[in-house]
């Protein structure tokens, strides 16, 4: 065996080994990436469910705030209902019975704000388990 058919021999079996390294690292670059890419979605979906709960707990809290406003309101309107008529002129309301309307007022507009952001939060929550669903 001549010099020039040894070189031909070690070129076609530095080729092969070489195209084995390839398939290997290719193989465990693969392995890796799918590994990676488990990591991340389990990430994803834990960060989603700490989203969900987060705002379902917000949700309880403007809920409970909102039934004390309501029960704030309808004290508030009982003393209205219990107060004798007013003492001005034409029988006008006294300025307490206008303070009470107005405070009234306050409270039915606080009561809407938070309906408005319990519906809010209620849609992100849906928006958050549909995206959460698609990750399984």
Not at 30 to 36: C, H, M, V
Not at 37 to 54: G, H, N
């Amino acid at each position: 065996m001549g010099f020039n058919e040894w070189v031909t021999l070690a070129t076609v079996l530095l080729s092969v080994v070489s195209v084995g390294i390839a398939i290997y690292s290719a193989r465990s670059t693969s392995k890796d990436a799918n590994r990676q890419i488990a990591s991340i979605k389990e990430l994803a979906r834990i960060q989603l469910e700490v989203a969900i709960e987060t705002m379902q707990s917000e949700a309880k809290i403007y809920l409970a705030t909102r039934k004390k406003v309501e029960d704030d309101k309808k004290e508030l309107d009982n003393q209205f209902l219990n107060q004798p008529p007013g003492m001005g002129i034409f029988g006008s309301p006294r300025t307490e019975t206008a303070d009470k309307i107005y405070e009234s007022r306050c409270l039915s507009n606080q009561q809407q704000l938070y309906i408005d952001i319990c519906a809010i939060l209620d849609k992100k929550v849906e928006y958050l388990k549909a995206l959460k669903s698609k990750l399984e």
